[in-house]
């Protein structure tokens, strides 16, 4: 499950409105450049961040494994014509390009989770959008990333009760629909816990956030940032 995990690595000692930086230079750029050559360097580029944040391919293929069946079927589908020849290995090729930008894009964004702490992320937003904007969406950010893997917890959960009690050798549809209503359910359930517990400990729009500071190795990182930004337009 990609959570934050405590290192020494490099991406764990950027300051998080730099790693936030690149995010956005890097998908600025996969976006606006769609040829291989342009996508073998982006490709370089988020070996290079997997790398600075030690973070396991294997270990985030498999946490993205529902994302990556979509990525898959995208090319297949843009390919399916109504008519002669059946199968438009153009559009295909077009759909696949764009599923690939979008795979690299989730890998760099795996480093970020991986070496930012919550609190990190929501002082990075709340201190660079001023104002009821930036708390407002600094509170999003970090509820979402505390509360996306206990819903996920809660779904592998149901499903290991589910293969304990013979599931498996129910339908698809059925295993599907028990797996969504028991999942909804949890959710509202958490959200109402959630509520409760914001309210028990006096939630705060505006509380005593971590201290952050650029260091002497974020300068040539925001540079790199600022070249990838520019380089979505050129």
């Keep these: 499950m990609l959570t934050y995990e405590p290192d020494e690595t490099l991406a764990h000692r950027l300051d998080p409105r730099t790693k936030l930086a690149i995010q956005i230079g890097f998908a600025a750029t996969a976006l606006a450049h769609t040829t291989p050559r342009a996508l073998a360097v ?3 580029v988020t070996a290079i961040v997997l790398f600075s944040a030690h973070v396991s391919i294997r270990r ?3 946490d993205y494994r529902f994302a990556l069946l979509i990525l898959a079927l995208a090319p297949l589908i843009a390919g399916v014509t109504l008519g002669a020849p059946w199968f438009d290995t153009a ?3 077009a759909s696949g390009l764009a599923s690939y930008r979008v795979l690299l894009i989730l890998l760099v964004s795996a480093a970020y989770v991986r070496s930012t702490p919550v609190r990190d992320s929501r002082a990075a937003i709340q201190r660079t959008i001023p104002g009821k904007p930036g708390q407002l969406l600094g509170i999003g950010v970090a509820l979402v990333f505390r509360f996306l893997p206990v819903l996920q917890g809660d779904l592998r959960t149901i499903r290991e009760a589910m293969a304990a009690r013979l599931g498996t050798e129910r339908s698809a549809v059925d295993r599907a ?4 209503i028991l999942g909804l359910t949890r959710a509202f359930d958490r959200a ?3 509520s409760l517990a914001l309210q028990a400990r006096c939630f705060a729009w505006n509380p005593t956030l971590p201290p952050l500071s ?6 040539p990182v925001l540079v790199i940032a600022v070249a990838l930004a520019f380089s979505a337009f050129v």
């Design 91 to 93: 559009d295909a090729a």
């Design 177 to 180: 629909s028990t797996i969504g």
């Design 192 to 194: 109402d816990r959630l």
């Design 214 to 219: 650029f260091s002497y190795i974020d300068y």
């Design 42 to 44: 982006l490709s370089a």
């Design 60 to 62: 985030t293929l498999v």
